[in-house]
């Protein structure tokens, strides 16, 4: 109705991972909102896999993945690491995240991932796989041997890409790579930007819901409806500051008109001129000050 393209949907532990999926994420998902949000304790680091890959903090990552870098964020959780060895392990914990070869079609279907050593742009080097010619030449992590072992190497280690199950990814899955800058630099602003939206909501003067009396019915449901109208209320007051906002701006930066022609003229006896003027005093005044500008017809 607004003309806006659904974006990202930032919420505490409180909604994202405790929500049933079908009640929250999946028609989140297929209404096009992506997640971002924190893990609750029982989802942090190695939570299963499919076919050899392991899933971790919504990514699937190559099973020779170092132990340090899968367990990261418990790490730090756990005062093992500091924050910065942290940033530093979860950035390189990324050159070994299955890359995505072909997107799900539906929310129900299969996403293609492959190697991290495949691909025209391979992150990681590994002695079965034979990177390709086109590939850029540049230094990346190593996977030893001795972690490749023939007989126990499943699907993504086997084959050149393997369908996963979308439905099974989605509920990990977020719109930042979990515990990046960029993703505490959006989450931190978000869940600051929601905070203040509460305090506004709460605050005597305008909307105050935290006050009883502004609701005096019986029942959830009518109580429901009074704080919607409410919500609404407030949401057309932002509305609206916001919009007297840009018109202010625009009034003070708008440039000044160019002076019409029925303005352009000087009257030696009242000393006066279109513009009201009463400095200029004759003619060659007038030219000498008038403004540059083509006229406006």
């Not at 070869?101 to 293609?112: C, L």
């Not at 023939?150 to 280690?157: A, H, N, R, V, W």
């Not at 009257?267 to 009463?278: A, L, P, Q, V």
């Amino acid at each position: 109705m607004l003309g806006m393209e659904p974006g990202v949907a930032d919420a505490d532990k409180q909604y994202w991972a405790n929500s049933v999926p079908g009640r929250l994420l999946k028609p989140a998902l297929e209404t096009g909102f992506t997640p971002s949000t924190e893990y609750r304790v029982d989802r942090l680091g190695v939570r299963g896999g499919q076919h050899g890959a392991l899933a971790v903090e919504g990514d699937m990552y190559c099973p020779s993945t170092e132990p340090e870098l899968l367990s990261a964020t418990v790490d730090v959780q756990k005062g093992v690491i500091d924050i910065a060895t942290y940033k530093t392990r979860i950035k390189s914990r990324k050159d070994f995240a299955l890359h995505v070869k072909e997107k799900a079609k539906s929310p129900g279907g299969k996403v293609i991932l492959r190697c991290p050593a495949l691909g025209p742009s391979p992150t990681v080097t590994c002695p079965p796989r034979e990177m390709m010619l086109s590939a850029a030449k540049k230094a990346r992590p190593h996977i030893e041997p001795e972690t490749l072992e023939q007989e126990f190497l499943d699907k993504i280690c086997t084959q050149d890409s393997v369908a996963f199950d979308f439905s099974a990814m989605q509920q990990p899955a977020q719109a930042f790579d979990y515990g990046t800058d960029e993703w505490e630099k959006f989450h931190q602003h978000a869940r600051n930007t929601v905070e203040s939206e509460n305090q506004q909501l709460k605050a005597s003067g305008d909307e105050d819901i935290e006050t009883a009396g502004r609701r005096r019915v019986r029942g959830m449901s009518a109580a429901q409806i009074i704080i919607t109208l409410l919500l609404v209320n407030h949401n057309i007051r932002k509305i609206a500051a916001f919009l007297d906002d840009e018109q202010r701006r625009e009034r003070k930066t708008a440039p000044p008109a160019p002076l019409r022609r029925r303005e352009r003229w000087a009257n030696r006896y009242t000393k006066t001129t279109g513009s009201g003027d009463i400095r200029v005093y004759n003619t060659k005044v007038l030219k000498r000050t008038a403004d540059p500008r083509p006229l406006r017809t």
